[in-house]
């Protein structure tokens, strides 16, 4: 570690990827805070003169019966997607321990894989087995069922369930790293101390990877609550409202009916959301750090 | 030890379930890209290679394609010029207040892009960026220039400076030392990195929909999307455009992965 004696050379090498983030993200962050309190909109006579309109956009969210409903789509689509990730990445990644290298070799890309493929590609495999004449509507008429019409009776349930199957992946990883940190001998202690397999689980593994659990819940949480794709692509939203999450109706609102500056005041909500699981993350992450290598 | 030997049974049988409800969405696009005359469910194929014949000998798709690796391949050689930079004085000096930098860069990461795209669409029509490509590569580097920085770092922290040290006594400057010295030594952390932000801007739908209007200038991503809402849209088709376009992100998965490995073993470049 070298002291600060060249300042300029430092000053050249960090400007011009600050002036890039500072532009096309730090900006954008800043208009979103400054356009949710103007009635900024895309076209129609109000587009000429932006006028400041104080907490306006944030009554008019709060009386909107749309909004508060797309709050709570978002919430349910969040909630069981995270829940759904976690407990399912967490089961496989403590399942696969230990089991044989080829079932291994085998049984893994097959998780991966959804989540390695471009969000269009999952959406669209999603779709093809949820959707009335796919997959599992044809499983269950040969196993003499009546089929179910899964994107217009239970879109939500749907869509949750397409996340789960992309996003697990991302868990199952994230829970093998930290269950391989795990030693063996505390297990086998807890073993011989006559507790149960979930006895251990939720006594002796939990607590010790009690910080992976919360960062990826946090991480998990925000990527799915801004997630707008893969419902975008199965449903679009609908039918009707039934899955206008906050960020379909961000886009219903600002590009389909060009209100942006209503829009921006969702993406407002969006972000003081984001905002407060990102700090969660980062302190949880901070303390991580202090106490390993970082300096 | 019978408990065991049954515990063991089911676990292997969870997973097998498991895996074989994971495969179903995938067992359909790799059969009907296959199939003459594919439907939306899982079936059989008649196998034929007409429906990759047909995609990958479509103008209209080569355009898709050629635009996706302009946006991607312009954003990651941009970003890892930048975050590469801007690792090196994080990683080799001392700098007020770093930790506070690398924590907001931290929370910078996890934050949705969604957030931020109706004004960075208002900004880009007043920049004239608006359905440009160069728009797009500038957005894509900027988000995903935080990790970036975090990644270069970390892999900078582990190359000595001892090696530079050498470089430097014989005159070579910083900038001439990082290039010469660190970044070669750090290839497979480079490369992650940039793996890392091609997969990333070519599997992106959201950016380039909301900010290109232009259908000639479309990524894949997006003419994948538009090909699967037209009405008389052919499955065997749909299946094999999604498979040849999903393709190097799973090349590029394998890849990272064999260099992140690597990455590891090189830590240690002065011993010996």
Redesign the interface.
């Known amino acids: 570690m070298k002291k600060n004696k060249d300042r300029g050379l430092l000053f050249a090498f960090m400007a011009p990827g600050l002036f890039v983030m500072a532009c096309f993200f730090l900006v954008p962050i800043a208009m979103t805070i400054f356009y949710s309190f103007t009635n900024l909109s895309l076209t129609g006579s109000e587009a000429a003169s932006l006028r400041f309109t104080g907490l306006e956009n944030y009554f008019k969210i709060l009386r909107d019966s749309a909004v508060l409903d797309s709050v709570k789509k978002t919430l349910q689509y969040t909630v069981f997607s995270v829940l759904g990730q976690n407990i399912l990445g967490f089961m496989i990644a403590y399942l696969m321990q230990g089991k044989n290298q080829i079932f291994r070799k085998i049984v893994g890309p097959v998780f991966l894989a959804a989540w390695v493929m471009p969000e269009v590609v999952g959406s669209v495999c999603a779709y093809s087995v949820l959707t009335d004449k796919g997959t599992i509507n044809m499983l269950l008429q040969i196993i003499g069922l009546s089929k179910i019409s899964w994107m217009y009776k239970y879109p939500m349930f749907a869509v949750i369930v397409a996340n789960i199957w992309r996003g697990t992946a991302y868990s199952m990883m994230v829970y093998q790293a930290a269950l391989d940190s795990v030693p063996g001998d505390v297990r086998d202690a807890a073993q011989i101390d006559g507790a149960t397999r979930s006895q251990t689980i939720l006594h002796v593994i939990v607590p010790i990877i009690k910080n992976t659990i919360t960062t990826n819940t946090m991480l998990t949480t925000l990527m799915t609550m801004g997630g707008f794709g893969l419902i975008y692509i199965m449903t679009a939203g609908g039918p009707g409202t039934k899955t206008q999450t906050l960020p379909i109706l961000m886009y219903t609102k600002a590009f389909k009916n060009y209100e942006l500056g209503y829009g921006t005041a969702i993406s407002m909500i969006l972000l003081l959301i984001a905002a407060i699981f990102g700090i969660i993350y980062v302190k949880v992450m901070g303390k991580e750090m202090e106490g390993g290598h970082e300096k | 030890m019978k408990s065991k030997k049954r515990?063991k049974i089911i676990?292997?049988g969870?997973?097998?379930l498991?895996?074989l409800i994971?495969?179903?969405?995938?067992?359909?696009?790799v059969l009907?890209s296959l199939d003459t005359n594919a439907?939306?469910?899982?079936?059989m194929p008649n196998v034929t290679l007409d429906n990759y014949i047909n995609v990958l000998t479509s103008s209209t798709n080569h355009r898709a394609f050629a635009n996706g690796l302009v946006i991607s391949i312009g954003a990651s050689v941009?970003t890892v010029v930048?975050?590469g930079?801007?690792a090196?004085?994080l990683s080799?000096?001392?700098?007020k207040h770093k930790?506070l930098f690398m924590?907001t860069m931290?929370?910078?990461t996890?934050?949705?892009?969604?957030?931020?795209?109706?004004?960075?669409?208002?900004?880009f029509v007043m920049l004239k960026l608006y359905d440009t490509h160069l728009g797009i590569i500038?957005?894509m580097?900027?988000?995903t220039?935080?990790y970036a920085?975090w990644m270069m770092k970390n892999f900078m922290d582990s190359v000595p400076v001892s090696l530079e040290e050498a470089a430097w006594v014989d005159g070579a400057g910083?900038l001439q030392g990082l290039i010469h010295v660190v970044v070669p030594l750090m290839f497979a952390g480079v490369s992650s990195v940039a793996i890392y932000v091609f997969s990333g801007c070519?599997?992106?739908?959201?950016t380039p929909f909301?900010l290109l209007r232009d259908y000639n200038k479309m990524p894949a991503?997006v003419s994948?999307?538009q090909y699967?809402g037209a009405h008389t849209v052919s499955y065997g088709q749909?299946a094999a455009f999604?498979?040849v376009?999903?393709l190097p992100?799973?090349i590029l998965?394998v890849l990272s992965q064999r260099y992140m490995s690597k990455g590891f073993a090189m830590e240690g470049g002065a011993k010996g």
């Not at chain 2, 994971?22 to 696009?29: D, G, M, N, R, Y």
């Not at chain 2, 996890?110 to 900004?123: A, E, I, K, S």
């Not at chain 2, 070519?202 to 959201?206: D, I, R, S, V």
Request: hydrophobic residues 60%; positive net charge.
């Open positions: 515990d676990a292997y969870i997973l097998t498991l895996a994971f495969l179903l969405p995938l067992a359909w696009v009907a439907n939306i469910a899982v079936k941009l930048l975050a930079l801007m090196y004085p080799r000096y001392e700098i930790r924590l931290l929370f910078m996890c934050l949705p892009v969604t957030t931020v795209m109706v004004p960075v669409y208002r900004l500038l957005f580097a900027s988000s220039m935080p920085v910083k070519w599997g992106n739908f959201l909301l991503a994948l999307y699967f749909l999604s498979l376009y999903a992100s799973i998965y």
